[in-house]
């Protein structure tokens, strides 16, 4: 049974930091690509930032990039998003996701909340 668990979510001010982490069980976790995504009220999910499975390739929606750093500890089988100068458009569930293929994303976690203050 693949379970992803987020954890890492809070309330924070307007240009602070947080975060996230993403441990996953169940299956070969160096195997698969990682990704975070995040929706906000009243929106469809989007997509933040993509890892290959060895870590070594990355990927940013333009919105976080030079804010969010995405990386990965396979040997703790878990992805973590470092997010700073943090603003309130980023208030949003962020998910965790896993997959075989870059775009493509078979498990999810259950979500973690972020809220950034203005």
């Known amino acids: 049974q693949v379970q992803l668990v987020e954890s890492g979510g809070g309330l924070v001010q307007a240009g602070g930091s947080l975060r996230l982490s993403c441990t996953t069980s169940?299956?070969?976790?160096?195997?698969?690509?990682m990704g975070w995504f995040r929706q906000a009220p009243g929106k469809e999910r989007e997509f933040v930032a993509r890892?290959?499975?060895?870590?070594?390739?990355?990927d940013y929606a333009d919105s976080v990039k030079g804010r969010f750093a995405i990386s990965r500890d396979n040997a703790k089988n878990t992805m973590y998003l470092q997010m700073n100068s943090l603003k309130p458009e980023d208030t949003a569930v962020y998910y965790c996701?896993?997959?075989?293929?870059?775009?493509?994303?078979?498990?999810w976690g259950q979500g973690t909340q972020v809220t950034v203050s203005s």
């Open positions: 996701g896993q997959g075989r293929y870059p775009r493509e994303y078979d498990y």
């Open positions: 169940g299956r070969t976790f160096s195997s698969y690509y």
């Open positions: 890892i290959r499975w060895s870590g070594t390739s990355t």
